[in-house]
């Protein structure tokens, strides 16, 4: 047993039974999320096809020395521009496909699969040493480098590039210069997951250009259900819902120009594919409830955004009116600010006369997703147009006036006491402290950190009452926790 740690400690993991990794709680699903590499075609396959299209270029080159025609110059650009962008099916086309699968297939198999990264754990247990003090595994940077060497002997050299100088200083130290080693695991478990999923997303990539469309992301999330713990008891007739849905989350937020496509980089490192990677954890370690309902991607929210949609579509046309919008949660909303958010983000119908004009379904999405992020630059953003009534990139006080008016109704209507909405004017201006103090901009909401409670007591009177009444809440949730 090797024991390189030069303070001494003995190495007693030789006569601990080591568990492999995917038995432990935080990598139980360490296979599935992981995955194997492969799925990307046999190499029998890539050979024949690799064949088939050097046998069409060269029946193209002797196909255009029998014509033999010059290009005019003015032709050129043309030519570029196709190189660039070659046509379906044409042999550029293939070739690209071609070099594109032979790319991803190489980055695939340097990634490390399930069984390399629980010989990597049992190789990290068996050459660290225990920390008296907290009983923390732990290994210095001469533990580090021998780990390195064995791990490059049992699982080969693509270990190699997880166990450089720079990767060990990323890590916290304690005063003897050592590192735990179930931070550094997790973050060689965190890149290989990433990259895998990077691959499988390009891969996806029709035009390679490094954006996902649509169905693109929506073909993504759809391979991944059979793996998510949470989603492989869905009903086969919601998977495409499902994915419609959970696809529009991606987009809201990874989108922000609705452009149609999102940026596979952004989507990457967005806190919704970690929301999504959530849905690993099996049903059985205690997830409760208002944990699932809470997560946009899982099989309770989902549903409930469909019934929610169902509920308020009461002629059944799959489109919301404005009068179908204001019952929307319990009808706490402002007429206002329904009719802005019909002005702002719903598209007008073909005929172009008022009443053509009615929210769809992916226009419901991003309404309930601004709602519930509204403490996010994408939802605050997209709440800020509807707020913004003369469209000139600032509130003033005229226009927290106006908005306020029809949440003071609501109050007094609920049985509510008198306020005034001079003082509510007044404490939102020394709520958010613009930098201006003539008007307010999405940018003084975003630096006030409260930009969201402000959008909740313009638009919602039970928003405003939760504010009214937030010392009262937070003794509620305070009271459990002290019993």
Same mark, same amino acid.
């Given at each position: 047993?090797?024991?390189?740690? @030069? ?27 992981? =995955? ?38 003015? #032709?050129?650009?043309?030519?570029? %521009? ?8 044409? %042999? ?13 297939? $190489? ?21 660290? +040493? ?16 021998? %780990? ?7 699982? !080969? ?12 200083? *990323?890590?916290? *130290? ?10 550094? #695991? ?19 990539? !029709? ?34 819902? #499902? ?5 529009? $989350? ?10 149609? *496509? ?7 490192? @967005? ?42 579509? *009461? ?9 179908? &919008?204001?019952?929307?949660?319990? =009808? ?5 600010? %329904? ?23 992916? @226009? ?14 994408? !939802? ?8 913004? &009534? ?16 029809? +949440? ?5 209507? !609920? ?16 709520? +958010? ?40 809440? &937070? ?9």
């Amino acid at each position: 047993m090797y024991s390189g740690s @030069s303070d001494g400690e003995g190495h007693e993991a030789a006569q601990r039974k080591i568990p492999p990794a995917s038995s432990m709680p935080w990598a139980r699903n360490l296979r599935r999320f992981i =995955g194997t590499g492969v799925g990307l075609g046999s190499e029998a396959l890539m050979e024949l096809e690799t064949k088939r299209i050097l046998l069409d270029i060269f029946k193209e080159k002797q196909q255009k020395s029998a014509e033999a025609c010059t290009i005019p110059s003015f #032709y050129k650009k043309a030519c570029i %521009i196709s190189l660039l962008k070659p046509e379906e099916g044409s %042999i550029s086309n293939r070739v690209q496909r071609l070099a594109k699968y032979r790319f991803l297939k $190489k980055q695939s198999d340097l990634l490390l699969n399930a069984d390399d990264l629980d010989a990597m754990w049992t190789c990290l247990r068996e050459n660290c +040493v225990i920390d008296d003090a907290t009983g923390a595994e732990k290994m210095n940077y001469e533990d580090f480098c021998h %780990i390195a060497s064995v791990c490059t002997e049992q699982i !080969g050299p693509k270990c190699r590039r997880f166990f450089s100088p720079s990767n060990f200083m *990323k890590f916290e *130290k304690d005063e003897q210069g050592r590192i735990a080693i179930l931070p550094f #695991y997790l973050y060689v478990m965190r890149t290989v997951s990433l990259t895998q999923a990077r691959i499988d997303m390009s891969e996806l990539d !029709g035009d390679s250009d490094g954006f996902l469309q649509q169905h693109e992301m929506e073909s993504y999330i759809q391979g991944l259900i059979p793996n998510l713990a949470q989603l492989r008891d869905m009903p086969t007739g919601f998977i495409q819902m #499902y994915c419609r849905i959970a696809a529009h $989350k991606f987009f809201f937020f990874c989108d922000p120009h609705r452009r149609g *496509k999102a940026c596979i980089k952004k989507v990457l490192l @967005s806190n919704c594919l970690q929301e999504l990677m959530e849905l690993h954890q099996e049903s059985e370690e205690e997830v409760t409830d208002t944990e699932q309902a809470e997560n946009w991607f899982s099989l309770t929210s989902a549903q409930r955004i469909c019934d929610m949609f169902i509920a308020l579509d *009461k002629d059944s046309n799959q489109t919301l009116s404005k009068q179908e &919008l204001r019952e929307y949660a319990d =009808g706490t909303l402002t007429d206002i600010f %329904i009719e802005r958010v019909f002005d702002e983000h719903v598209r007008r119908g073909k005929g172009g006369v008022g009443n053509s004009r009615e929210m769809d379904f992916e @226009s419901f999405l991003d309404f309930v997703l601004a709602l519930e992020n509204k403490d996010t630059p994408e !939802g605050l953003t997209y709440l800020f147009r509807c707020l913004d &009534l003369q469209g000139r990139g600032y509130l003033t006080t005229a226009d927290i006036h106006s908005l306020f008016r029809d +949440v003071h109704q609501k109050w007094i209507e !609920g049985g509510n006491y008198e306020l005034c909405i001079e003082d509510v004017r007044d404490e939102i201006w020394d709520m +958010v402290k613009p930098a201006d103090p003539l008007r307010i901009t999405l940018a003084d909401l975003l630096s006030c950190k409260q930009g969201g409670t402000v959008a909740s007591m313009l638009i919602d009177v039970r928003g405003f009452w939760a504010h009214d009444n937030r010392e009262n809440l &937070l003794q509620e949730e305070e009271e459990p926790e002290e019993e």
